[in-house]
């Protein structure tokens, strides 16, 4: 029931019927239960968690930026091929509390980064999810912190891999 109430609120989010349920709070809070969750999914997978020496505090719905932080750690999981070196990152760049997920694996299609950049839907043909997991899809995710007034960014990594990025307003 949680599962469905929370597909219906980030579908919501992304048709803008749905206002956010912004309260002031850590990300550092919300990354350590992102964390938790996928640990417990996958606990054969390792996951380093690195922070910030800053403490970001700032408005936001924890409850749907988890899963956006759920979400692109499962996918390193599930499609990078590597399970030893994905990586997420909080810190603060200007006025932004960025985070980062990063992987050491196979890196991102030019059409997946094209999509993402677009901010288009990637067909299924370039999902690469043909188990239609519990994933709520990169375009949802890109449609949160959207909504959030963020910004959401992927590339390949020089050194192989890729990384997702995704910034919120972080105010003071």
Not at 149 to 166: C, L, M, W
Request: hydrophobic content about 40%; proline content about 5%.
């Amino acid at each position: 029931i949680v599962m469905v109430e929370n597909l219906l609120s980030v579908t919501r989010v992304q048709d803008g019927t749905l206002p956010l349920k912004k309260r002031e709070e850590m990300l550092e809070e919300v990354a350590g239960d992102a964390l938790l969750t996928t640990r417990r999914r996958f606990p054969d997978c390792h996951v380093d968690l690195e922070l910030s020496e800053d403490i970001l505090y700032l408005p936001m719905d924890p409850i749907l930026v988890k899963q956006v932080m759920v979400n692109l750690l499962e996918n390193a999981i599930r499609h990078s091929g590597d399970r030893e070196h994905i990586c997420m990152r909080l810190y603060r760049r200007e006025d932004w509390a960025v985070t980062e997920v990063r992987d050491q694996g196979r890196g991102l299609s030019p059409e997946v980064l094209q999509a993402i950049r677009t901010g288009q839907p990637m067909p299924r043909s370039l999902s690469g999810d043909s188990t239609r997991g519990m994933g709520i899809g990169l375009s949802v995710c890109q449609s949160i912190i959207k909504a959030h007034g963020g910004f959401f960014a992927a590339e390949n990594r020089r050194t192989g891999g890729a990384v997702f990025r995704f910034g919120l307003p972080a105010e003071g």
